[in-house]
């Protein structure tokens, strides 16, 4: 062996390297929870290997891409460590997408490898036609080869031997397509350990706390802000399939989980359920939430009902790991609707088109340096060099600092709203109607419109027992917003479209109520 292979072997810093380190500190303590299985440190480490060994043993090749389209499971956990074990690139993909949808990931990426649960929305044998798919696995059960069945017994559990840099691909992580054609964003080693260590500063990650982790992994928050932070110091996760009321209440009251991680929509619909008040919720001290901004009135709220809660902002997105900014709980009291700094490893800049700073105060886009980053997208290069136009990687995101160096996120550029030849941002209307007490949920729009460009229109649901029709609504917001940002239309709903990970979907209720 070379000195320098031997110095990449000691010094190393891979997904799978800082694993083994944890296991060392950790082997006896309880790390993955899945209905009746547990896994400790130990038992983990050697179902990861077991797996690894699997996926070796089947002819996967370092580098190949090893798609997951499946629900949340310890064996989907066990699969994406294994590949980091093994050289392999691991692609995750939304569970909800279409035979199309699959069948695209499937060839832009070149997978060699799909693994699946028996809960596949898709058409499979359809989505791997045309593919370079060779090897069809399954999660649990369903056939061979099956990841749960190698976890338990089917493949030597020593360390696979296979050299892992850190400058290597560990995961493709698609983007959400909400505009276009989902692009593979190229996350290396390197990256997410970078990612590891800004996340446990920035969110007090604590081995004593376990987390319950209810939104799928297919995300790259529950996967990289959650789960990975967890068991790389120590603690213990326990998944399951959705952030359901009910199923959430149960494991809080009788579990005793202390954090947990959810978008707006899921909290609004946890604080709505009539169980709410009758469940001990008293063990959960963290409450995590992102992917979307959360209603001051909601954040307000959860906050009331839930004394004493530790509530933390998570910003970002998935080509930045995706945590690049975080509000601390006591920063929420003077600065409830920031996205709080940056954490540990981002830099964080408002520019304008030019790309110079903006002042503060001013609205500009987000651009982000950062180790953190995703190193391209994969096989897109014009997308790729627009992302980074002038040396910074540009979020998409409208927002501004306030004298302190906070962050507020205003809209998504796409959702800023051009109504007469004055913009607005969404949220300010959105914020507005979550005041008035028969509003249970609420999204704000731009729509086609001949005189205004674009007319304001806002899409409701109503508390359960509440009633208010568009009248009352636009004497409401005429109260309490200028002329101009007061919604020209309403529309009552009795939900709203959202993904699986619990971003809601603007796009949808634009396309449906244009027409």
Known sequence: MSNEAMAAMVTGNTIGEALTRSVRRNPEATALIFGDRQWTFAELDAAVNRVANGLIA???????????????????ALLWLACCRAGLVHVPVNYSMTTSELAYILEQCGASALFIDDQAHADVDTAQQGSQVRLLGHMTGGGEPDVLAWAQGGASDAAPGVPVAETELAQLLYTSGTT????GAMMTHRALMAHYTSTIIALSIDPNDLFLGA???YHSAPTHVFLMPQLLIGGATALIDGPKPGPVFDYIEKHRAAAFFAPPTAWIALLRDPD???????ALNKAYYGAAIMPEPVLHELRERLPGLQVYNCYGQSEIGPLATVLQPAEHDDRPTSAGRPVFNVDVRIVDEDMNDVPVGELGEIVYRSPQLLQAYWDKPDQTEESFAGGWFHSGDVGRFDEGGYLYVVDRIKDIINTGGVTLSSRDVEDCLYTHPAVAEVAVIGLPDDKWIEKVAAVVCLKAGESADAAALEAHAREHLSAYKVPKVFHFVDDLPRNTAGKLLKRELRDRFSE
């Open 276 to 282: 709410f008040d009758n469940r001990d919720l008293s």
């Open 180 to 183: 276009s054609a989902p692009k």
């Open 58 to 76: 089947a002819g996967l090749q370092p580098g190949e891409r090893v798609a997951a389209y499946a629900h949340n499971s310890d064996s989907y």
């Open 215 to 217: 939104l799928p992994l």
